[in-house]
């Protein structure tokens, strides 16, 4: 859970540097332009087909199931402090909190304190969903075999590809 507290104040400080970054940013404008979905899309694209081709290696655990590293002899501040430079250094988190502020912020029309506070729900939430996981991760863990995160990893990259293909689609044929 403290891993999770990391991630979280990280998405918190990212989020907050993109609101004041972006607040006098026509948002619309933004949303708008071929260049950003083109290269949103092939990002997407790029990061599907990645997730797609990821394997992994059956473990050595108990009836094939995933064999996870213990935290147990790392304290929580370690944790925590490991959660929020892992998610702030992850390139992609910048990208995708761009996105989505670009995208509620130019679709919603939100402005001013209606942003910072819709931002303060949604990252509320993801922690509270985020802690969550983190209670079920104990049971979901027995059900975790090599087989399963194959198929969960394809899936995901083709969702991620049709996503990309589909933004890109979608901005091409606004333009036209």
Request: glycine share 10%; proline share 1%.
């Amino acid at each position: 859970m403290a891993y999770a507290v990391g991630v979280s104040l990280s998405d918190v400080l990212v989020v907050a540097l993109m609101l004041t970054v972006f607040k006098n940013v026509d948002m619309e404008a933004v949303l708008h332009n071929i260049y950003v979905a083109l290269i949103g899309g092939a990002g997407i694209i790029a990061m599907g087909v990645y997730t797609f081709r990821k394997k992994t290696k059956p473990a050595s655990g108990k009836h094939g199931h995933m064999k996870f590293r213990s935290t147990e002899n790392v304290g929580r501040k370690q944790l925590l402090l490991h959660g929020f430079l892992l998610n702030i250094l992850n390139p992609f988190i910048w990208v995708y909190w761009i996105s989505v502020i670009t995208l509620l912020s130019g679709e919603m029309g939100l402005r001013g304190a209606e942003r910072y506070l819709f931002f303060t729900g949604l990252l509320g939430a993801t922690l509270g969903c985020d802690l969550l996981k983190c209670r079920l991760a104990a049971m979901l863990q027995q059900m975790i075999t090599a087989k399963v995160l194959n198929i969960f990893n394809m899936v995901t990259g083709l969702i991620m590809i049709a996503f990309g293909v589909y933004l890109i689609g979608a901005m091409v044929v606004y333009q036209t």
